[in-house]
């Protein structure tokens, strides 16, 4: 046996060991706009750099994941201590611990899509948190311009934000996770593959039309679990 075989097979066997180990009941069912989900855990309402972007997300228990995307998640914000030490990622809607119907979301029913909110810069180009709060609606309600620019001096941190899809790209490695679908506004889209080159392996991944609700504050994720992890559902016409 060669020694590319050898690692191949060693890879697989790890991911197969993850997936026992999230435990028998932690399946993703059905997809993103219609499903289920079993043995569905909370991603910390906070870490070291990372944080749900209002109390509410986590008072509602509306950030839980499969376990694999919940550790994907957070392994890419442990990735990314190093090469942005000031940045505090604020990271939206997940869904509930059992999946199902997520308003006024169309997806989030199976515990593999996940909202995270741009990276912003304040005028001196440091690190900055969005205003989040009830009045635009948690943050949903903000809309950058398609310049980057939001009202005030902030403006989306285009570099940034490519390098958090790339983390969570290279996080989802270790676990058989792989970044399937991203859903981002045109105009950022551009920003963020022009700001990193290297994100070009995944422009395939983004929505090629617009969606039915603005994506100008935020971008969503679905991610892709190994077949072990999800199931079927049998979804209503």
Not at 68 to 87: F, I, N
Request: proline share 6%.
């Amino acid at each position: 046996m060669n020694r590319m075989m050898l690692l191949l097979l060693l890879g697989w066997s790890a991911v197969a060991a993850e997936v026992r180990a999230a435990g028998p009941l932690a399946q993703s069912l059905g997809r993103p706009g219609c499903g289920a989900l079993r043995g569905g855990v909370a991603l910390r309402c906070s870490g070291e750099n990372f944080e749900a972007a209002t109390f509410a997300t986590c008072a509602a228990g509306r950030h839980h994941l499969h376990p694999l995307v919940v550790k994907t998640v957070e392994d890419a914000y442990a990735l990314l201590r190093q090469e942005h030490p000031s940045r505090r990622w604020q990271y939206g809607e997940m869904g509930l611990k059992n999946g199902g119907s997520f308003p006024p979301h169309k997806t989030h029913q199976a515990g593999r899509s996940a909202d995270f909110f741009f990276p912003a810069l304040d005028a001196r180009g440091e690190p900055e948190a969005l205003p989040i709060h009830p009045l635009n609606l948690f943050g949903y309600r903000l809309h950058f311009k398609k310049d980057g620019r939001l009202d005030g001096d902030l403006r989306l941190d285009a570099t940034a934000l490519a390098d958090h899809l790339l983390a969570l790209e290279k996080a989802g490695e270790v676990h058989g996770v792989k970044v399937g679908h991203i859903i981002l506004d045109a105009p950022f889209q551009v920003q963020a593959l022009r700001a990193r080159p290297a994100l070009a392996r995944l422009k395939g991944r983004f929505n090629k039309k617009p969606v039915w609700i603005a994506h100008d504050q935020h971008y969503h994720v679905d991610f892709e679990l190994p077949a072990a992890a999800v199931g079927p559902y049998a979804c209503r016409r």
